[in-house]
């Protein structure tokens, strides 16, 4: 590795143009080398990559119409880039690449968007629980759980009781019963480590959603951790430090989401 610290974070922006100030101030006051960035609602044809690229930063993307959409944002030149699950699968929810970290160290990057599901038996729901065994198709066939990957973003699942405020009051929502905490755990047996729960075993009211209808929901702690960083343990081994941007929510027309930050000691 190459004995530098390095920093990689998530974030679901519930539309990048409307967050995009937000975004580089944040970029410019944390340092962050790569932003994983979902729910751009934004088509390719009028991303606000000129923008990005004015902030001497590098973006890569894939996006549609009105809802979806996955970038990266990085201060050194994403390597490597590819889109979707490889599969024929044409929603813009998945992003890939190589980062370069310096010294000839590389790490690979995949940022998704994971279907939300809309409700309990749909068809959406069965099209969610699908998509996370072929994403672990994709870590199988493309991937090795020795070697140093970051699987991140918003992953509309939470992991644990711990994670939810009122666990018992939303058990069998989309985003939290058996089947969906089956389908994450499934894709991170093949390898991956949660890196804030790592750094943070048994810290309650860790959130990184809250809803926009509920009254000063970050405050009174009703919120959801959804959005994840996950290292396979090569990486995993190196991070010296993680948390949530839970400022960052109370920020002027903010997403419903925050940022959600790791550091690795490379």
């Given amino acids: 590795m190459t004995d530098t610290r390095w920093k990689v974070a998530t974030f679901n922006a519930n539309s990048i143009r409307v967050r995009l100030t937000q975004i580089l101030d944040w970029l410019e006051r944390t340092d962050v080398d790569v932003l994983a960035v979902q729910e751009t609602k934004v088509q390719d044809e009028s991303f606000p990559a000129e ?14 119409k009105s809802r979806a959409g996955v970038a990266i944002i990085s201060r050194t030149e994403p390597e490597e880039v590819r889109y ?20 000839g160290a590389k790490v690979s990057l995949v940022n998704t968007y ?13 099209y969610k629980l699908r998509w996370f065994e072929r994403l672990r198709e994709l870590f199988d066939g493309e991937y090795a759980p020795d070697e140093p990957l970051l699987w991140v973003g918003d992953m509309n699942v939470v992991p644990e009781p711990i994670d939810v405020f009122e666990p018992e009051r939303h058990e069998g929502h989309v985003d939290y019963n058996p089947e969906v905490r089956e389908a994450l755990a499934m894709v991170c047996d093949w390898g991956f480590v949660d890196v804030v729960r790592q750094q943070h075993p048994d810290e309650p009211n860790l959130y990184s959603y809250w809803d926009y209808r509920a009254k ?51």
């Fill in 51 to 64: 923008e990005i690229r004015e902030a001497g930063l590098h973006v890569v993307y894939r996006g549609q």
């Fill in 84 to 103: 979707g699950l490889g599969d024929g699968e044409d929603e813009a929810r998945l992003i890939r690449c190589v980062i370069d970290v310096g010294q």
């Fill in 114 to 126: 994971v279907p939300q599901g809309r409700e309990m038996g749909s068809d959406e729901f069965q």
């Fill in 216 to 266: 000063n929901p970050v405050a009174e702690h009703k919120g959801w951790r959804v959005d994840h960083i996950m290292a396979t343990e090569p990486l995993a081994e190196h991070c010296v430090a993680a948390w949530i941007d839970t400022e960052a929510r109370l920020a002027e027309r903010p997403s419903d989401h925050t940022f959600v930050v790791a550091e690795f000691e490379l």
